[in-house]
């Protein structure tokens, strides 16, 4: 039996010899290939995102048919929210480009470590901006549509209701609802979209913290 289990190490040496063995350098060089690309990569769909939302601006929205100093209001806020979300978008749009760049340059593991960590966590300060901005977007398209410009049955429910305030209470709750549904929708749409890429990020991180063990 114990003439077996040594012809097997044997045997098991002479198969581990034949295989090509990488180096520290190899390895690292490997993974810092594929964490610039996937940095890339996020760059890339940030720039396909910003002109999304460029053409998702020019559809129109506005409050037709309303002449009233609250509209014009809601329309300033609607200009300053759009510009807003742009500047904030090229702002982050120019963060992923700095973290590709820093990931070109870096000639060390635990550097490299360093710069996935800052990227994970500007992708996710950007999600959560999403998010944010997709909130306040919701408030003011209520008030816009619901407050200032009712539709007609909406006017007459309240009119003719024993108490107002709890039509309004049931809106405010179908608005959170709402918020908290497609805000649930945007989220999955940006762990599809970025999720991916962060995932291996993170993968390559663990390897790289192997690496320095």
Known sequence: MMDELELLKKDWQKQ???????????????????SSSLVKWIFYISIV???????????????????????????IINRVLTIT???????FMFQFYQNYKKISVTDSARDLMKKIIATRKTVMRYVWFNLGLFAVTMIIVFTEVLVLNPPPELAERIANSDSSLLVWLALGVGLLAAIMFFGLLIWLFFCLLYGLLLKRLTLNYKELKRLEV
């Open 85 to 91: 979300q742009f500047v904030i978008i090229i702002y």
């Open 16 to 34: 581990e010899q034949g295989l090509p063995k990488l180096s520290y350098d190899q390895i690292y060089k490997m993974i810092w290939k594929k």
């Open 49 to 75: 995102e910003f002109l999304f939302w460029i053409t998702i601006s020019f559809i129109p929205l506005g409050n037709k048919g309303v002449d009233l100093p609250e509209a014009n209001f809601i329309l």
